[in-house]
Each structure stands twice: as structure tokens, then as C-alpha cells.
């Protein structure tokens, strides 16, 4: 099969395409032909050798698959044929995946494999976040930052989905019309005193959530932002440094910090995906979630891809497909 191996941690160049033999499922991995892949973050932080998993090389990445089951194990519930998408933590940019069962589920049918490689990543992840580490209430406000990109907008509609409402944060006009497709009503630029901005459309009052996958000194402004006994989700670091806090700063707003590791928990919760793909699938249905694929690439075009992720250049998700 052909697939795409890292050879250097030198970023997306160290890319090489190549065949190599398909991967073995083993007594309890199911075998996926792939027929979309997502284009993440986290992909482009493991082809610099900067993210939590660090393989040895060479090696295949990409961790977003959507396809059809080839092999199941016996006994399992998924059969050959079956339209599925899932995360792994490396082995995606390849014709043929390996998925655990514990992290995949199955495709709805109103569903199509663009969409369904766009939404394990970034709808589970703000999913988790938001319903699980953050307890979003009904009525509760929800700044998303970051609103324009694949998380961001992924965040505004699962918000809404769980009945939020969402003030969402972009870092220019071009971005912001990515958030408003997305379903944001409100959007404000991050510059630098954004929390201002957000006092006002809150009524002085802040908002109950921040989701945060930028970091660096966002983070800082953010917490300005949160209303009494709000909460600010870490989801990464995309804006480059890692933030430091002066905790009493939390202490007088009675605000929390928390911690958001999607595919780490599932180790911990091996329900989690199918349980939140229910509550996902109802948002598919009532049109409230709807993939905002911002550029398609050929298969061949994954180095290109990751290259204009880097640079910021896709709106919403980018999506390759097969």
C-alpha cells in the first residue's frame, strides 16, 4: 500500500511517499481501507518531533481516518463493510489503518467520509471539553478561541448543540467570517485587551467557558474575560509558548484552570467515543453540526497540506481524501 513516512523530525518535508506492506490488525484491531484522512495539528507537531507521542523512525502519522472495515475480530461488533471513522496515534497518512475499538465509531448515514474524517479529532476533543471537563450548562456563554480554525469552529456548534450560547474569537475579519458560517452570532477580534470586548457583549459580567486551543498570551486576556466561577479548557498551544499563571488570579475570580487530553483518556474511558457520538449524531440531525472543510487535498498533497495548516492558510478544516 502506499503511505507517507517520516524520516527526519525536519517538519513536513521530512515527508517521503513510498509502498510498504499493509499494516496486521492483530486478535483485536480492526483493519480500515481509508477513504479520507484529517488534517491536524497534532499531525504537523509530531512530523517536528514536538508532540506528546514521539515514534521511532521511520514512521507513518496522521491520526484522523475515516474509510470502510476490510477485518474485524471475531466477536466484535463490526463487520466488513462497515462505514467507519476513528483516531490513532499514528498511522493515518496510508491507504490502508489499523483502529483500536475503543477508538472509532461507526459513520451515520447522512454522514459523508469528508465529514466523518473531519469530526473524530476536533468534534470528540471540544465534545469532551465542553460536556465532560467543562460542565456546560444549558444558557451558559462560551467564548471559543481560535473560531476559525478546525477546533474553533468545531467548538461553536457542539456549544450550541449543548445549548450554549458562543462569543467567538478570531484573529481577523477573514476568520471571522469562517466563525459566523459556523453558526457564532458574536464574534470578536483577540487583539490586545479582547476581554474588554467580551465584557461588553456579556453585560459586564464575562462568560462562563473559555475553550482555548491557542495559549501563549491569550491565555492571560482570557481569564480576564471569565464571569464568577468560570472556567478556561486548555486544549493546546497553537499560538506557540505554553502560558504561566499567577493562581491569584484564579482565586479571586473563583475561576478554574482545566486540562483537556481527549485521545489520553480514553485509556481511562473506553466508552467515551461512542457515548459522545450519540450526543454528536443528534447534532448532525438537527443540523447544528456541519463540518466547515475549508480546502481538500489529494492524498498525494499531504506534505502541501500540513505546510498550509502551518501557515494558517486553511479556513475551518482542511480533508484528504482517498
Known amino acids: 500500500m502506499r503511505a507517507f513516512q517520516l524520516t527526519e523530525y525536519v517538519g513536513p ?18 483493519l480500515v481501507d481509508v477513504r479520507a484522512i484529517g488534517v491536524n495539528f497534532p499531525d504537523l507537531l509530531m512530523t517536528k518531533g514536538l508532540y506528546q507521542y514521539r515514534p521511532e523512525l521511520p514512521a507513518v502519522p496522521g491520526c484522523e481516518v475515516a474509510g470502510v472495515v ?11 463493510g462497515d462505514r467507519v471513522a476513528g483516531f490513532v496515534w499514528h498511522g493515518g497518512f496510508a491507504e490502508q489503518a489499523v483502529l483500536d475499538q475503543k477508538s472509532m465509531v461507526r459513520m451515520p448515514d447522512n454522514v459523508d467520509f469528508a465529514s466523518a474524517a473531519a469530526m473524530i479529532v476536533n468534534y470528540h476533543t471540544v465534545h469532551f471539553a465542553l460536556a465532560r471537563r467543562g460542565q456546560l450548562k444549558v444558557g451558559e456563554t462560551v467564548l471559543v478561541m481560535g473560531a476559525g480554525g478546525g477546533i474553533g469552529t468545531a467548538a461553536i456548534q457542539v456549544a450550541l448543540g449543548l ?3 458562543v ?7 477573514g476568520q471571522a467570517e469562517t466563525a459566523r458560517a459556523a453558526g457564532a ?17 456579556t453585560g459586564g459580567r464575562g462568560v462562563d467557558a473559555v475553550l482555548d486551543p491557542l495559549g501563549d498570551w491569550l491565555f492571560g486576556e482570557a481569564v480576564r474575560a471569565l464571569a464568577p ?6 486544549i493546546g498551544f497553537a499560538a506557540g509558548r505554553i502560558p504561566e499563571i499567577k493562581v491569584n488570579r484564579l482565586l479571586l475570580r473563583n475561576a478554574s484552570v482545566v486540562g483537556v487530553a481527549f485521545g489520553a483518556f480514553l485509556e481511562q474511558d473506553p466508552g467515551l467515543m461512542r457515548e459522545q457520538a450519540r450526543s454528536l449524531d443528534r447534532m448532525v440531525d438537527e443540523g447544528i453540526v456541519r463540518p466547515q472543510i475549508g480546502a481538500r487535498f489529494t492524498f498525494e498533497e499531504i506534505p502541501e497540506a500540513l505546510g498550509r495548516l502551518e501557515k494558517g492558510l486553511i479556513p475551518g478544516k482542511g480533508v484528504v481524501l482517498l
Do not use: C, N
Open 13 to 30: 518535508t521530512g515527508l517521503r511517499l513510498g509502498e510498504i506492506p499493509a499494516p496486521e490488525p492483530g486478535a483485536e484491531g480492526v
Open 70 to 80: 476490510l477485518h474485524s475480530p471475531d466477536g466484535s461488533h463490526w463487520a466488513g
Open 163 to 165: 445549548g450554549a450560547s
Open 167 to 173: 462569543i467567538a474569537g478570531v484573529a481577523d475579519e
Open 185 to 201: 452570532a458574536e464574534v470578536v477580534v483577540l487583539g490586545e485587551h479582547f476581554a474588554a470586548l467580551v465584557s461588553e457583549l
Open 229 to 234: 466561577e468560570g472556567r478556561i479548557l486548555v
